[in-house]
């Protein structure tokens, strides 16, 4: 995934929170480096693959029990190895009426996973971190900690509430080498009265900013709940097809080298310049009051080609109606066009696919195969993911630049804004490349960290790193790094547990 | 305030983030044990007294700067001494479009002094604590750390975001002892196009659970944003008037001594068995479409008394039709009615007022007046805050004990039922005891231990502690207060600041 990979000492399969406190308990009386992965499908920041060579891998995918669904109190509480397709599919066995947020992660990737990095995803419950509680976590020497209620086993109030009694603690568990979490509740939503997906297509680069700047005001109003996503042409573009090999070579970006090409690619998949989704949900009356209140506040943005909302059986009634009119070929691309809509709202609906995986694939010269995932698919690719304000000024302070910078290193401008909360977004740019040329490998570390340090000079700092922690980002807060290493020091004393990871470590080897 | 209080050894009044660092720089090399306060105003739950004799007191109050206000991205950057009533004023001063979430703790409570206790407001940002960010901290050998993405002095998103990258410490420095925050950045709302208050009155004491059962689907579904709260009979008079100590002698609870007095009471002030409010934000049609799905929902509950929805207007209009019949003197009694709900109003609208405060004093025989605070008033008060699922079940597990005990220990049962996110709540037990008398002095500490042992016994731990620190809490989880303890360790090995505050330390004083 990443342009270097790192080679484990050995690999442990623990099936049981005993056995992991086992393992670490030895581990840290022996000092061995130990590296815990939920599911290793951390596609754009890493994959199974610790910091540094020589760790234990310790692999919780066995530790895949759902232990409790609560329906009336809409909760689940899992194991690190339940995945986001798993817990869906449990649901729809049970035909329990809740939802859960799904991301683009795809159907293998681990809730707990997800969530420590503070990965986000598309619903109300979007960002994730916020709607879990009662961490169940091994510290590095063996130690059992629960968190919040958790902390009083009796406690009515564990799965429900964010916080126990005394300082919070769950925090700390993310973006860390704190300690091992083998268990938490997650929060899920009730399926809605009414949903209702929502698509916006700009017709011009420039118009995402002057967008956010009216979208902004929807989230401060409670309007917007969902998690929003908008997706530049070429990022949308890696959905739909891989890199045109026989018509460039890839040592520019494709929009430098062959601007036609894409052009020609992106008309022939009805690509806009950014397309944006999102849901509403509520009563019938809700979700009208909130399309009427969307409606009004994009009305006559410059740029602006298409606003659509849909809800299900608008969208079943459309695809039966191409369905039909797709004998005709031209309407043939119809029924492609509307496939994608389809995944959208998939998504948006709480069901993880593998289609968004795709997109990882953009550069990989090998035959992309949608059911494989993006190590299979011999993809590379890193993401590069500042957070700024949601507002036009700070849109062009990342944009603008960051695209020169790609370009410089002969890269796609691939990127997705993504609205974190009401005031501020995540720029998700991608560095799409060919795991397999050693030539793209180098230009994708290089533009990496190039683009990282330009970023963060400038002060838009990442919401989450790649597995090997860039060195720039502990150089620019020493004061910070340094407090955060005393807590290491006071519950991880032998410094065992996923060196360098966020935390800096003493390099244990080499 | 509280049954007893402690004596300071000295008190220091900092007016910078430096003086506060050399001050803790000394005190951590000659082992001073040093207790900031913010305001001092932390009622219910104590005052300006250290958890033990002997501490230095860091009065904040006199950093009451307001750093920034941004109107755009709706925040306010604050030191621990600015009141929420110096911000409101601030911002209409200033003509500035937004709002702050208030609660009953009156114009003179810190901002920062609530949130770092986790206390809870009245609005869509009644959770305060998580709609702050980006702390400034001084740990207890003078060190600075700024949390989130504060911890790079150029971050775009610092104010806007929760996390910074690495670990979330915010939540460390809430209820414990683990360093002063001199300031944060507090998320504010813009004013809603329309807003409206809305009032439930139930007529029968059981209803309450039943009522939470149909409350729940519309937090669940994100109809409900707002913090709401319920209060029952008891609570609600003490907002109208002092103890009857010339009808009763207040060794037993006056509703079982003199149950005729309370129900004249009830009825002199027109107070129901249960009263709620909330407030509902957005453009006219989503308030007409939220209105429409909570009068769906409670439609035909048993014990419904009334429910009434209001807007600005439509409560000015009342006003002036009570103010013009209440000259017949049978209507007389309509404005000192229609004074409370304008109360409530008020606060659901973000102004923080003095008159809530007043429900402290309900045992004081002192004379008790508006503009004092309950210090000053010789009010005693306790609050016993359990968190509990949002269910008829958990109420009934709850409320029906406490409610014996209290009466074992002879006062009311007052309590406020409020709704803390989409699955839990909070049941406040206010034990109301007059400062001046040993007796009710001794009888209300011996209440509160009973009630929070048998709590913690049955699961429902308090959601925030009183200063000084219930040793129960400790023992019913050992590990977890361990765990925390190392970490108390790791950035105050002396063990200064706020000795026994939530954490655990050795008594440095007898």
């Known amino acids: 995934m990443l342009p270097q990979g790192t080679w484990p000492a050995a690999v442990a399969w ?7 406190q086992s393992v670490l ?6 000092a061995i480096p130990v590296y815990p992965i939920s599911c290793g499908k951390n596609w754009g920041y890493g994959d ?3 910091s540094l060579d020589g760790c234990l891998i310790l692999d919780l995918s066995r530790m895949n029990r759902i232990i409790e669904v609560n329906t009336d109190l809409a909760y689940a509480v899992v194991e690190p190895g ?10 729809r066995e049970n035909q329990c009426p809740l939802m859960v947020d799904a991301n683009g992660a795809g159907p293998d990737a681990s809730l707990i996973g997800n969530i420590l990095e503070r990965g ?3 619903s109300r419950y979007g960002d994730r971190f916020s709607h879990c509680c009662n961490l169940e976590v091994v510290l590095a020497d063996g130690t059992l900690l629960n968190t919040g209620f958790g902390a009083y086993p009796q406690a009515r109030a564990q799965h429900i509430y964010k916080h126990g009694i005394g300082p919070s603690l769950d925090g700390l568990f993310t973006q860390s080498s704190l300690g091992v979490v083998t268990r938490l509740t997650f929060w899920l939503m009730p399926k809605a009265e009414r949903s209702s997906f929502f698509f916006v297509a700009l017709n011009d680069a420039q118009a995402i900013g002057p967008f956010m700047d009216r979208l902004r005001p929807l989230f401060l ?18 959905g739909d097809t891989t890199f045109p090999w026989d018509r460039a070579d890839g040592k520019q970006a494709l929009e430098v080298q062959h601007p036609e090409v894409l052009q020609q690619l ?8 950014w397309g944006g989704s999102g849901s509403l949900t509520g009563t019938a009356l809700e979700v009208r009051a909130a399309s009427q209140a969307i409606r009004r506040a994009i009305h006559g943005l410059a740029g602006l080609d298409r606003l659509i909302f849909l809800d299900e059986s608008s969208l079943r009634w459309l695809e039966r109606g191409v369905k039909i009119v797709s004998v005709i070929p031209q309407f043939r691309s119809l029924t492609q066009y509307l496939k994608k809509i389809r995944m959208g709202v998939e998504v948006l609906k709480g069901t993880p696919l593998r289609g968004p995986l795709k997109g990882a694939s953009w550069r990989s010269r090998a035959a992309v195969l949608d059911e494989l995932d993006p190590l299979e698919n011999k993809a590379g690719l890193i993401w590069v993911s500042p957070v700024l304000p949601m507002t036009a000024q700070g849109l062009a302070d990342v944009l603008i630049p960051s695209e020169k910078t790609m370009h410089r290193f002969g890269f796609e401008f691939q990127v997705t804004v993504s609205c974190l909360n009401e005031r501020a977004v995540c720029a998700v740019m991608s560095i799409c490349f060919d795991r397999q040329s050693k030539d793209e490998r180098d230009r994708a570390e290089a533009c990496y960290q190039q683009l990282l340090g330009d970023l963060t000079k400038n002060g838009f700092i990442p919401y989450r790193s790649s597995s090997i922690f860039p060195t720039v980002l502990w150089e620019a807060s020493p004061d910070y790094w340094q407090a955060v290493e005393r807590l290491k020091a006071a519950w991880d004393p032998a410094q065992i547990l996923s060196p360098n990871h966020y935390i800096r470590t003493s390099p244990l080897t080499k």
């Open 48 to 50: 199974a693959c610790a």
């Open 14 to 20: 623990p099936r049981t929170r005993e056995e992991v």
């Open 82 to 91: 339940v995945t986001q397709g798993q817990l869906v599919e449990y649901l």
């Open 266 to 273: 992106c008309k022939q998949f009805k690509i806009p310049a």
């Open 120 to 122: 986000f995803g598309h």
């Open 25 to 30: 308990k030895e581990a840290s009386a022996r």
């Open 221 to 238: 109003s409670g309007t917007l709940r969902s998690t929003f996503h908008c997706f530049n042409d070429r990022r949308l573009l890696c």
